[in-house]
């Protein structure tokens, strides 16, 4: 038997980057709904839990994005 010689495929960066927004959006609509699901299970008549909880979605859908570019970056730099 022979080795397989054959060069790895790289996964396609564009998918990854084309995928980004989607996932913000995902995270950010997921963290306000149940901001919203709070404010109405508690009666918070100023929205205090969607306000706090959109913020924290977005907080982490940046921190997400971060680290996806930085995969993204060390796979561009190993080839």
Known sequence: M???NTPKKKPNK????INIPIQ???IV???AW??????EKYHN????????LT???VGIAF???ARQLKEINKMDNES
């Not at 149940?34 to 404010?39: A, F, V, Y």
């Not at 008549?45 to 706090?52: D, R």
Request: net charge negative; aromatic share 18%.
């Open 55 to 57: 913020i924290a979605g």
């Open 45 to 52: 008549e100023n929205g205090l839990w969607v306000k706090i």
């Open 29 to 31: 609509f997921a963290f």
């Open 14 to 17: 564009w998918l990854a980057l």
């Open 34 to 39: 149940g901001g919203k699901w709070l404010d």
């Open 2 to 4: 022979t080795p397989d």
């Open 24 to 26: 913000m959006g995902i």
């Open 63 to 65: 921190y997400n994005i």
